[in-house]
């Protein structure tokens, strides 16, 4: 087994996380100090520090890397089984964010589920679940996914039913990318992409107005559409101008490691959704490109597992894990650059974040079990059955 699993996809994904490890050491000194003073205050602590997301994020890639490994164990039909109990489970977890005493709030969102001294964020599991869910769903509509009322209606109320709960905690991000998610496995099973672009059209026009009922996601809006002016610049657009200020100190080779300016309390949440601005700010624009490089090369090997799958339920689950980490990496860095409206996305293996890697290297395991099982044969065998499937309705 081991053998055969993809271990280029397996060392990008190291590299990664270690080095995600190595900017947070970097650039949350500021913020440790911050918080573990006011523990201090509050008696909680013994004195101040500045490693406190250091260490939290060496404990979360100490159980992300154990679940990596269990996962690349467990045979990836185990979780055909179990896709709709798994499914079931998270919207449950979702449910329960809205119950007094269990949910934790944190910045504008209510998206934190507090279990003990844990908490957790039932939407990055769903995330995973949901590509289970849909995998299989697919699968078993394989005749009818073309289709507008057997195939787009059904998938459509999947897909709202799912998200509607991460929608109104407002997880904006998380919203984005189940639903980036869920169309492109819609698609690459056989959905009409006209069916798509009218469901994304009807969503834009009567969910936008929902959503920019919120104040704080009205802001964001008026601060990505509005960059340039100096009032907004200075209130509701602070955080996208200090990345942008981030980003361009850093020039070709960057100010250094470790010699971050914006990341002393100028730039809000410099160890989680904005760490790709400090990464740019300390490595450069040239060092950058190396490590888009290896999300790029993650990704192409993502697709490859997923095209070289034995059968549709692997192929369906890699390139919706795939599909994941490539749109959450963009959408991140392009709220970085400000060529989106900010979402409070996690940049995927670097920023801040438990749940989030927890999830996404448990993910990549999943993805190193299928390309255990990836011979040629078997991906040939897939293909003649899929041609047969295509003959079969051209002559019926």
């Known amino acids: 087994m081991f053998r055969r699993i993809d271990f280029l996809l397996l060392g990008i994904t190291v590299v990664l996380t270690l080095f995600g490890l190595a900017m947070i050491a970097s650039v949350s000194v500021f913020e440790s100090y911050q918080i573990t003073t006011r523990l201090t205050t509050e008696g909680l602590r013994d004195a101040p520090g500045n490693s406190f997301y250091l260490w939290r994020s060496f404990m979360h890639v100490i159980v992300g890397m154990g679940g990596l490994f269990v996962m690349t164990l467990i045979p990836y039909h185990f979780w055909e089984r179990m896709a709709r109990l798994l499914f079931l489970a998270s919207i449950i977890l979702l449910i329960s964010v809205f119950l007094p005493g269990l949910s934790a709030e944190y910045g504008t969102a209510s998206s934190w589920l507090r279990l003990g001294i844990f908490s957790i964020q039932p939407s990055e599991l769903l995330k995973l679940t949901l590509i289970f869910y849909l995998a299989v769903w697919l699968q078993k509509r394989e005749q009818l996914i073309g289709t507008f009322k057997e195939g787009f209606i059904p998938f459509a109320s999947l897909l709202v ?136 090369i993650l990704v192409w090997r993502g697709f490859r597992i997923a095209q070289e799958a034995p059968d549709r339920f692997g192929f369906l689950v890699a390139a919706g894990i795939t599909t994941w980490i490539a749109f959450q990496s963009l959408v991140n860095i392009a709220v970085n650059l400000s060529l989106f409206p900010l979402t409070g996305l996690t940049l995927p293996f670097i920023s801040y974040g438990g749940s989030s890697l927890v999830t996404l290297l448990a993910a990549i395991g999943i993805l190193l079990n299928i390309s255990s099982y990836s011979t040629e044969e078997a991906n040939l065998a897939r293909r003649e059955r899929r041609d047969s499937t295509v003959g079969r309705r051209l002559f019926t």
């Open 161 to 296: 039913l799912s998200t509607l709960l991460v929608a109104i905690q407002p997880d904006l991000g998380s919203f984005f990318v189940l639903s980036g998610i869920a169309s492109v496995m819609f698609f690459i099973a056989g959905g009409n992409v006209l069916h798509l672009l009218l469901g994304g059209t009807l969503a834009g026009v009567f969910g936008l107005p929902i959503i920019l009922n919120e104040d704080y996601i009205r802001n964001r809006f008026i601060a990505f559409l509005t960059p340039n002016d100096p009032a907004i610049a200075e209130s509701i657009g602070f955080q996208i101008k200090q990345a942008l200020i981030a980003i361009g100190s850093g020039g070709l080779f960057g100010v250094g490691y470790g010699k971050s300016i914006q990341k002393f309390g100028y730039l809000p949440e410099v160890q989680a959704d904005m760490i790709f601005s400090a990464m740019a700010e300390e490595l450069g624009f040239v060092r950058i490109l190396i490590v888009l490089m290896m999300y790029a």
